[in-house]
Structure formats: structure tokens, C-alpha cells
Nanobody, 115 residues
């Protein structure tokens, strides 16, 4: 499984960004759960959002109501719509695919939020 994350960048507080994560590889299946972690300098890695193959979602409390995770199984792509961004959201965002007990990771895309 290969994952390609994109969409990060610099945005002002209150702004929006949409991250994308394209999955490929012969072993990838739309039946796998996917999601996003983030890690800011000096902080622990944090699970931001997760989506099951059927579309069930879970969010970190810190992003509920502001972020929306979705997936297009036909395109093997997952999205993270981030609205009302705050300086605390600045981090490198990593997408993942959970294949039973094994995780595959994208390369990370950096989000910078200016106050």
C-alpha cells in the first residue's frame, strides 16, 4: 500500500484547507479504515480523525465541529476538510491505512496557521 498526502500549506487563523490522501497498490482495499494523525514540534502524535470503510467517523475532541473526514472509495482517496483553523492546528499531518493490525503511512503534509 502506498499513500500520497497533499494539500497542506500556510493559512491564516480562521481559514480552511483540504488535505487529500491518495492510496494505491495492489494490496489496498476500500474495506480498510483510514485516517489522519498529526504531530506538532515538541508534542505527541495525535489521532485527528478516522473513517471506516462504511463511512463511520471518529474525531479528536479538539477538531470536532471544525474538521470533516471523508473518503471516495471509487477513487481510493480520503479527504480532511479543515475549517476554522487555529494556530494549535499547525502540525505535520500524516494519513494512514489500517490493514488489520498493521498501519501504512503517507509522507506527511505540513499545515501552518498564522495568527
Amino acid at each position: 500500500v502506498q499513500l500520497q498526502a497533499s494539500g497542506g500549506g500556510l493559512v491564516q487563523a480562521g481559514g480552511s484547507l483540504r488535505l487529500s490522501c491518495a492510496a494505491s497498490g495492489s494490496t489496498f482495499s476500500s474495506s480498510y479504515a483510514m485516517g489522519w494523525y498529526r504531530q506538532a514540534p515538541g508534542k505527541q502524535r495525535e489521532l485527528v480523525a478516522r473513517i471506516s470503510s462504511g463511512g463511520s467517523t471518529n474525531y479528536a475532541n479538539s477538531v470536532k465541529g471544525r474538521f470533516t473526514i471523508s473518503r471516495d472509495n471509487a477513487e481510493n482517496t480520503m479527504y480532511l476538510q479543515m475549517n476554522s483553523l487555529e494556530p494549535e492546528d499547525a502540525a505535520v499531518y500524516y494519513c494512514f491505512v489500517a490493514v488489520t493490525t498493521r498501519f501504512f503511512w503517507g509522507q506527511g503534509t505540513e499545515v501552518t496557521v498564522s495568527s
